[in-house]
Antibody, heavy 120, light 107 residues
Framework: EVQLVESGGGLVQPGGSLRLSCAVS????????MHWVRQAPGKGLVWLTR????????NYADSVKGRFTISRDNAKNTVYLQMNSLTVEDTAVYYC?????????????WGQGTLVTVSS | DIQMTQSPSSLSASVGDRVTITCRASQSISSYLNWYQQKPGEAPKLLIY???SLHSGVPSRFSGSGSGTDFTLTINSLQAEDFATYYCQQSYSTPRTFGQGTKLEIK
């Protein structure tokens, strides 16, 4: 069974940093691009970033480029999102998701999400 | 960036109804169009990928169609569990982009 479990969310002050983790199981982690998507309270889904299976390639949304960094440890079956210089606008539920190249590069499995609250 | 525009933003319907949600891309995205369902307090779930292919376990009352820039999600014979928010998403290029969502409510 494919499972993705995020952790690391919480309350952080503006200007602070946080690292989210997404531990996966049930599939060959190193074979898949992994993505992060967020959702502010009451708002829609916003794509943030992705990383290739071997970690050699990344892409970022302009809104987080230079502040957020995606990384992965294939030995630990975990993908990370390092978030720096956080602002109140970064308050959201953060989801990790697997991209399936054989299914139109869709995000076929998602974690349950972890809430990040940026507030003083 | 490719903009994805959904319509309507909200929709009221009854159990048993047939509903259609549309999604328009700001440029051609070939067949890289996906649909997700999200219920309150839950993570999104993939419904349909590559315009019309149903993800594993998705009921056949869901269907997708379209090409190029214009796409449609159709739900036949609405069930109580279908009342949710639906998002389209393009996987043609980065940044990946989502539509703003369509909230399907019970009439």
């Amino acid at each position: 069974e494919v499972q993705l479990v995020e952790s690391g969310g919480g309350l952080v002050q503006p200007g602070g940093s946080l690292r989210l983790s997404c531990a996966v199981s049930g599939f060959t982690f190193s074979s898949y691009w992994m993505h992060w998507v967020r959702q502010a309270p009451g708002k829609g889904l916003v794509w943030l970033t992705r990383m290739s299976g071997d970690g050699s390639a990344t892409n970022y949304a302009d809104s987080v480029k230079g502040r957020f960094t995606i990384s992965r440890d294939n030995a630990k079956n975990t993908v990370y999102l390092q978030m720096n210089s956080l602002t109140v606008e970064d308050t959201a539920v953060y989801y990790c998701a697997r991209a399936e190249s054989m299914a139109g590069r869709s995000l076929d499995y998602w974690g349950q999400g972890t809430l990040v609250t940026v507030s003083s | 960036d490719i903009q994805m525009t959904q319509s309507p933003s909200s929709l009221s319907a009854s159990v048993g109804d047939r509903v259609t949600i549309t999604c328009r891309a700001s440029q051609s995205i070939s067949s890289y169009l996906n649909w997700y369902q999200q219920k309150p307090g839950e993570a999104p779930k993939l419904l349909i990928y590559a315009i019309f292919s149903l993800h594993s376990g998705v009921p056949s009352r869901f269907s997708g169609s379209g090409s190029g820039t214009d796409f449609t999600l159709t739900i036949n014979s609405l069930q109580a569990e279908d009342f949710a928010t639906y998002y389209c998403q393009q996987s043609y290029s980065t940044p990946r982009t989502f539509g703003q969502g369509t909230k399907l409510e019970i009439k």
